[in-house]
């Protein structure tokens, strides 16, 4: 009887018993999406951006010689002439001022710095430009610079440019006899400054 007995309880507490309802089922894993990569930081050291796009090439204008850099084909986004009848160089920076607007325009070697006072020129399309006598000894630092020139205007982004020889070229027709420099070959594409 005692067998009976338990053997009741069992099945009546059976009936008793809470059977959990089923496990709902997960929620979907939601994996968001990466956030877009931060723009590039430009170093602090300008020694250590890279080159801006472009490439240097000397063209003969009516009033002297032009080395200019700036990608193929298209507009220069530095100018650098030879102003034979005043021996004096004249810088351009693609871009413009403020109406009216006067300027620094900063030229770095490696080395050295030097600021030009500068003002929006007249060309089209628009340009920043400055000058110098072809004496400056800044003039030198740039064109035996390590590698690489600074061209910078407030308001504008820096541009930083190899230092090939078409510069240098420039430089020396301003201060030499006025003749016109010949075309230079075709330069590299790279530069192995560091």
Not at 33 to 43: G, N
Not at 52 to 79: C, E, H, I, N, T
Not at 110 to 136: F, G, K, L, W
Not at 157 to 172: C, K, N
Request: a neutral charge.
């Amino acid at each position: 009887m005692r067998n009976a007995l338990l053997l009741a309880a069992s099945i009546g507490l059976s009936g008793c018993a809470v059977v959990p309802p089923p496990a709902a089922a997960p929620a979907p894993i939601v994996i968001p999406a990466p956030p877009p990569p931060a723009p590039a930081l430009l170093a602090s050291d300008w020694r250590e951006r890279p080159f801006a796009l472009g490439r240097w090439s000397l063209v003969q204008k009516d009033a002297g010689s032009v080395a200019q850099f700036g990608p193929p084909g298209g507009p220069a986004d530095f100018l650098v002439r030879c102003q034979t009848t005043s021996k004096s160089l004249h810088f351009s920076r693609a871009g413009s001022l403020p109406e009216g607007g006067v300027a620094l325009m900063t030229l770095a070697s490696t080395d050295t710095r030097r600021a030009y006072a500068a003002t929006n020129s007249s060309e089209v399309p628009p340009q920043i430009r400055s000058e110098t006598p072809a004496s400056d000894p800044q003039l030198d630092s740039l064109a035996f610079s390590r590698g690489r020139i600074l061209v910078s205007v407030a308001g504008a982004d820096d541009l930083v440019i190899p230092s090939w020889p078409e510069f240098a070229r420039i430089v020396e027709e301003c201060r030499g006899s006025g003749k016109p420099v010949s075309p230079a070959f075709p330069q590299p594409s790279q530069s192995d400054a560091k």
